[in-house]
């Protein structure tokens, strides 16, 4: 009998050393949770761009810009009408923060010319995404748009023609070639061919001579990212467009001419020319 007894209580004093033993061990150990207020690297959140604002586009340009550019304002000889034309009409915006637009137009005894100045603010609302990088993804849909022509080493020209071989380009005399946005003139051929390389939009831009450096082209010498194109259509309208991106800012500039007097043609390199000066002094200016 007193074996029975004694045996219950091992067992009970044995327990309870376990359950201490259990116990102090689980009390010991940190979780592995990491701390409160510890943030890991994904919830870091993107940079924000350079620009918090715009500037008012219709503001940007000073009369002197606009007479080099529009000539006709001068023509004027009402005061008050040359003064709402160096202020231009605001594009509709609804937020001017985000976004500016101006247009200006000015009519002389040898040309109508026309003038977009466009400012897009970008704003990416992805915290794992810059304003930056939102802007260049902005900047690059324009840039598609544009269907900016192969440089010229791409060789898809009948004969290896000496000139760039793009199908795109518009001549600075006139004679010219399809547009980058699908139309063409009459020397392209039948059928309105695709800007994306045929033969007979190459043997157009060939025939024509157009010099390299007139060419549509991108740009690097001008903000972080840019490009230049040069359309002529069938009516002799001249239309030269400077798109450029500096931080989160995508600046264009789209500027068109149409002469007065049958047969005559806008220069291309005069309007390049007006077109990329007016363009780096944007850039300078939003540097600035």
């Known amino acids: 009998m007193q074996r029975k007894a004694y045996v219950p209580g091992a067992a009970v004093l044995l327990a309870a050393l376990l359950a201490a033993c259990t116990g102090g061990s689980g ?16 919830a870091t959140a993107a940079q924000p761009g350079k620009y918090r604002t715009l ?14 550019l529009l000539p006709g304002i001068k023509q004027l000889t009402d005061q008050e009408q040359r003064d709402q034309a160096y ?9 001017n923060d985000r976004r500016s637009g101006c247009r200006w137009k000015a009519e002389s005894t040898d040309t109508t010319d026309h003038l977009l100045l466009d400012f897009e603010r970008v704003v990416s609302y992805d915290n794992a995404v810059s304003d930056d990088t939102r802007a260049q993804k902005v900047f690059a849909a324009k840039q598609t748009d544009a269907n900016l022509p192969e440089p010229s080493t791409s ?34 051929g039948p059928g309105g061919t695709s800007p994306s390389g045929s033969a007979t939009a190459t043997a157009g831009a ?5 010099p390299a450096d007139l060419q549509p082209r991108t740009l690097d ?29 995508v600046v264009s500039i ?5 002469p007065t007097h049958p047969g005559t043609v ?8 007006r077109a990329r000066k007016l363009a780096q002094q944007l850039a300078d200016s939003f540097a600035g």
Do not use: H, I
Request: charged share 20%; proline share 9%.
């Open 27 to 42: 009390s010991d150990s940190p979780p592995d949770d990491p701390k409160p207020g510890d943030a890991g690297p994904s």
């Open 55 to 68: 500037s008012d586009a219709c503001g940007a340009l000073s009369q002197g810009t606009l007479d080099s």
């Open 87 to 95: 202020e231009g009409d605001a594009t509709l915006t609804y937020d």
């Open 155 to 188: 060789g898809s020209g009948p004969e290896g023609s000496e000139g760039s071989g793009s199908p795109t380009s518009a001549s600075p005399s006139g004679s010219a070639s399809p547009t980058p946005s699908g139309d063409s003139s009459g020397s392209a």
């Open 206 to 210: 060939t025939a024509t001579g157009t």
């Open 221 to 249: 010498d001008l903000g972080d990212a840019a490009f230049l194109n040069d359309v002529l259509s069938t009516a002799r309208q001249r239309t030269v467009t400077v798109v450029f991106r500096t931080s989160n800012v």
């Open 254 to 258: 789209e500027y068109d001419e149409q």
């Open 266 to 273: 806008p220069d291309s390199k005069e309007m390049q020319d």
